[in-house]
């Protein structure tokens, strides 16, 4: 069976300051990965997704992802953040082809300090 | 913004009543999923459709939840008596055939009192 893990449920970081949000996967196959931020009230927006190819996505609003097979990973990251950034982002794997199984990671929370 | 429309944005319930939600999927995308979406950050899948057929579902959306996509109309979800465990956030998504990428609503929030 697939899982996600999202190690940090709340994150605080500077405005300014880098950013990295750990996401560890479990699949035996080749995964989708996606990465969506949730603003309060809102629903989740798509940030960047993985399949093949450059381990290093490059997603909206300055964020990338790096994609790793033996560390099974794909940790999101931004070099400098805005208070606007603040949200809960969320890492998803999906399954095989067709989006049937989909797989929600629990959540971190980013706090950006002014 | 999202080009996934669901309304309304907030729904307000009593226990036993009906609640009925509504999505208009992405222009072009013929494959449409419900999720629900509790408080801890949980996500369950409902159900999901292909055009007007439902793909698949789980038990909990079989007994006391309905959900159509007819032709030409928006897509809904209906759960027939609302009980509190049911306050959540009902995320719509949707997809092309065959892709892996869901494009979500900013979903309706339902309370059950």
């Known amino acids: 069976a697939q899982s996600v893990t999202q190690p940090d449920a709340r994150v605080t970081v500077s405005e300014g300051a880098s950013l990295q949000l750990r996401c560890k996967y479990s699949?035996?196959?080749?995964?989708?990965l996606f990465w969506y931020v949730q603003y309060p009230r809102q629903g989740l927006q798509l940030l960047l997704k993985y399949y093949s190819g450059d381990p290093v996505v490059q997603g909206v609003n300055g964020f990338e992802a790096e994609f790793s097979k033996s560390n099974s990973s794909f940790h999101l990251r931004k070099a400098s953040v805005h208070w606007s950034d603040s949200a809960v982002y969320f890492c998803?794997?999906?399954?095989?082809?067709?989006?049937?199984?989909?797989?929600f990671g629990s959540g971190t929370r980013l706090l950006v300090s002014p | 913004n999202s080009k996934v429309i669901q309304t309304p944005r907030y729904l307000v319930k009593g226990q036993g009543q009906k609640a009925k939600m509504r999505c208009i999927p992405e222009?072009?995308?013929?494959?449409v999923f419900w999720y629900q979406q509790n408080k801890n950050n949980e996500f369950k899948f409902l159900i999901n459709?292909?055009?007007?057929?439902?793909?698949?579902q789980i038990d909990m959306t079989e007994k006391r939840f309905s959900a159509e996509c007819p032709s030409n109309s928006p897509c809904s979800l209906e759960i027939q008596s609302s009980e509190a465990g049911d306050s959540a956030l009902y995320l719509c998504a949707s997809s092309l055939v065959g892709k892996n990428t869901l494009y979500f609503g900013a979903g309706t929030r339902l309370s059950v009192l």
């Open positions: 998803v794997l999906s399954a095989g082809t067709g989006g049937y199984k989909v797989v």
């Open positions: 459709f292909q055009n007007q057929e439902v793909l698949q």
């Open positions: 699949y035996s196959g080749t995964p989708y």
């Open positions: 222009k072009g995308h013929p494959v």
